[in-house]
DNA sequence: GTTGCTGATAATGTATACAAAAATGGCCAT
DNA sequence: ATGGCCATTTTTGTATACATTATCAGCAAC
């Protein structure tokens, strides 16, 4: 399965979502630069849809900040600066480690069952002679949806989406080398058994270290570029 | 000025404005009970507009979890049970405990000034023979929005703007004694010190301190009806 | 040369018509 | 009587035409 994470490979099921995972790809690959204007019946053309579905995507794309308003109500494609990203990484340090102190409360057996079962999973690309990247990064994103899911707050997955960033983890794992893969795996390891023992801080903390550990890593790849 | 904070009086810009404040009156003020399908042509014949505006207006609802989705892809008027507040009030009390935390570092003389300006009419609103409910609200909303902006966080304050709830704070307020409202008021008077000495763990701690006493006071009005 | 206006142009905002999908209700078979 | 299936109806999704608003070029006045 190629790698095609960032891509708008995938026929999602409305032409609004279509066009939101196609303007969402075209910025994160770089092909519409920060600043460069978001203009609906462009889009539509390339998308192939009617302004309509674009308008919504453009819509979450903009609650997302992919996109900022312009003073004439024009949407163009947002700067991120350094500054930004650490600041979506201490949000997610925040509100990640509030959802793994939630799901230590709230687990069920089956859902520490689906996490042993995922980071094993984890374990296995990370140890292959030559590691599986795309596949840590499926199953990475799946090991913090199930927490997700497990927290079982509704509020919490709905601002954690608009903040995932996925291609940023992206970007950061491909230079990772083995170690750093596997102390995530390890670091996913004492969070199932904060889970386990049912211990809210112990599964803050170890959150909380993940993400901004992640966040360094991410800093460390941007200024040795 | 009479108090129409949850109304939707105020004539906003555009259409869309204008659908989704009616549409959020309407929930608030209980006109459309949780569970109520929320659909788009009755809603633009209320609001007198077309279903284009009122889509807009939903799909914000839907993000900010006023409205939730059925599986047959209709909305309905969600149903916020008391977990659902708490755990509001909780998000709040970590993001602008955060937003806080980095107002410390960055608040201007000038913001300070405002903030302490805004403070000082909210105690004048407080110590009225009849203490001026709507003021205190509108004064307190503005200052809360003083230091979101001088925490210099797009991402908090658009993630915060979906979780103020103003309703809430308001639907306690109206219960508060004069005691409670003096006691907010000097709350803030420890985060503007907290400010002035440019002390994050302070204006953190206290902020939090501060959301989580509403919490506990809108508990206490619950239980006590 | 610069400032401010004004009209042309191009973008977003809104309304409406049409398409697709889902819910409802009745009918038939069992 | 009940359960499943199909047609009708309702509702949302999409396309497009029209209205409104912002931008920008050009020109005039200073």
Redesign the pocket.
Known sequence: MPDNATSASNAAS???DRAYAEIRGLILAGDASPGT?????ALADIVG?????V??ALRRLEVELYAVR??????VVADWDSDDVAEIFALRAMLEGHAAARAARRATQAQLAELRHCNAAIEVAVALPQPDIARFLAENRRFHDIILSASASARLSTILAGLVEQPIVRRTATRYDRADLARSAHEHGQLIQAFAAHDEDWARAVMTAHIRRALHAFQDVISSK
Chains 1, 2 share one sequence.
């Open positions: 409305s032409a609004a204007p978001l203009r609906e019946e849809v009617s302004r309509t579905p308008r919504d312009t003073l004439g109500r024009r949407l």
